[in-house]
């Protein structure tokens, strides 16, 4: 199942050399002038993940609470920082982390070998990807060279906290692969497009998934993908937007949250289908349902109250013309508690408005089940 054509016919063999070749020069690249950093050792944060990872075990919970930085389980200072209270949601990259200390028998010379790997990988799929792009292996296989020893990615590879970022850029890098091979993206005008099986697409979604469990700006592939299509395979936009749709919905929710003072702001974005006839008993010839997509930013107020403002795009689904959507914008605001085991309760009030005149006004209460 080739991400790149030039694999298949009787030109296979040569091609597959070629790309032994050009690995072969990353790899090369890749140990002379970055193998240094072996001897790098643990550096700051490295101490405490390297910790909670021993003393932790293989549950969910355990893999996200291992890239936490702060409270009283801290093990060193965080820089300038007298007070430090980061908490991220990587589980992914945390549990690949901790399968690489136990081979490694938590020596961490063969975790930055780990590293190495991770770079060489996406030196690799940069490499692949500026193929498809340019149809030239040699100009391909240099700009995978330069990606691996780009001054950049220096301190990426010599701090294996930082194997998090080596490993969302694999996934990228794959989720675009694997879906521009499916969506037919027509990366020459000398080629015509030619669209991939479903397999691709469950390749891009899994490398979807695998990218918001590693670092939290992995929700940019989706904005990526569509990007890609938009100017690759333009045709394809045009039906595909209850698909789109449903990749927002796959990253609804997904928010994170940065320390500001005593008081944390958090925001992310949500995507919701309510139905108007069960919220407010429907109207005869008018809208029926009403779909959200939408920003929220908010502060904690004080324990676990926090209060917060939403605003974004919404679209009504007409009574009487099913497959017609009328644009919409929407706004509101609401109050948020936390409770035990990540539930929290929501109470929420949301005003939207159509172009073509239709108004909502919902009051929403909400139970919520997931990670903060």
Known sequence: MPLCRGYEGEHAQPVMKQHAIAIG????????????SVRHGLLVDDYNHRAELREGGWSFRSLVEASHL?????RVQMWWQEEAE??????????????????AGWHPAVMHVFSLGWTVLGATLVMLLARAVLGSLRWAGLAGVLFAIHPANYLTQGWIACQSELMLTAFVLSGLLFYGRYSGWQWRVTEPPRAGGSGYLAGALACLVATLGCRENGVLLVPLWVLGDGLLRP??????????????GIVAGYQ??????PRQAFWGLETDI??????????????DWLATVRARYGINLVGNLSVYGT????GYADHQASTRIKPALAAGGGIETAGANSI???????YSHSLDGDVSHQVRAALLIGLR
């Open 256 to 261: 994170w949250r940065a320390g500001m003072g």
């Open 70 to 74: 702060g409270g009283p389980r801290r």
């Open 86 to 103: 980061l908490r991220f949601f990587r589980p992914l990259a945390f549990g690949l982390m901790r399968l690489e200390y136990l081979i």
């Open 25 to 36: 020069l990353i790899v090369l690249a890749v140990a002379l002038l970055r193998g240094g």
């Open 274 to 287: 309510v139905s108007l006839d069960l919220l407010q008993g429907g109207q005869p010839g008018g809208p």
């Open 344 to 350: 929290r309760t929501r109470l929420e009030y949301l």
């Open 235 to 248: 045709a394809r936009t045009k039906g595909r937007w209850g698909f789109y749709g449903l990749l927002g």
């Open 311 to 314: 605003a974004g795009l919404a």
